[in-house]
Every structure is written in C-alpha cells, then in structure tokens.
C-alpha cells in the first residue's frame, strides 16, 4: 500500500498539470476575446472622436468665414479697404485665433486617443497558472523522493 501512495501522487500531478494547461488555454482564448473586443471599442472611440473633430473644424471655419466677412463688410462700409493696414492686421489676427483654437482642438483629440489606448503592459494572467502547477508537480517529485 505504501507504493501507491507515490503512484497516485504522480497520477495527481499529471492531472493538475493537465487541468493548468487546459485553463491556461481557456484563459488565451478569453484574453484573445477581450483583447479583440478592447480594440473595436478603441478603433470605434477613435472614430467617433474623429468625427466629432471634423464637425467641431467645420464649425470653426464657418464661424472663422462669417466673422472674416462681417469685419469686412464693416470696414468696407467705413470706407476703409480690408486688404490694407489695420483691416489686414485684424482678418490675420482672427486668422491667428482661429489656427490656435485648431491646434488646442487637435491637442484635446491626441489626448482622447491616447485615453483610449489600453496598455499594452496589462498582465494577462496566464503565467500564474504554470506556476501553480508546476509549485504541485515540485510537490509530487518531492514526495516520491522523501
């Protein structure tokens, strides 16, 4: 009866070994899932967030065109050409405006992009489960030995 005992502990660490190997496989399999599923939801976020960004330009250019136009129409009406001097200077200066707010928008959507990302450092696990079952295969081998 005495030999079995190390038999049957052998038979055990088999089937641990074996059972770890068929989680660590189920974990792969859910981690390529939720990977998969993590970057249709980032490539969607982008997406949108893209979009949301050509809306917010246009809106920029339209407002950027109405004021150029008023301010002109204004100084025209003056008596003052818009081309020339202090007209010139104040449709750059609302040009200058209008590439600073651009470039705030574009920084705003890097950063939204850059939120979005998943690390690509996250651990998945599925070391954890090799350990174990080799810390019970260790166990076995030593108990054959003592």
Do not use: C, H
């Amino acid at each position: 009866m005495a030999q079995i005992a190390p038999i049957a502990t052998l038979i055990g660490a088999g089937t641990s070994l074996y059972a770890a190997a068929q989680q660590a496989q189920s974990q792969s399999a859910q981690i390529r899932q939720q990977v998969a599923n993590a970057q249709a939801q980032s490539q969607a976020q982008a997406q949108q967030v893209a979009a949301q960004q050509a809306a917010d330009e246009r809106a920029r250019q339209s407002r950027l065109a109405g004021t150029i136009a008023s301010a002109r129409a204004r100084l025209a009406a003056g008596g003052v050409t818009p081309d020339e001097g202090s007209a010139a200077a104040l449709t750059a200066g609302l040009e200058s405006e209008a590439a600073a707010a651009k470039a705030d928008s574009d920084a705003v959507f890097a950063a939204r992009l850059a939120a979005g990302r998943r690390s690509l450092l996250n651990s998945d696990g599925s070391l954890t489960t090799w350990l174990r079952a080799g810390n019970s295969f260790g166990n076995a081998l030593r108990s054959l030995l003592e």
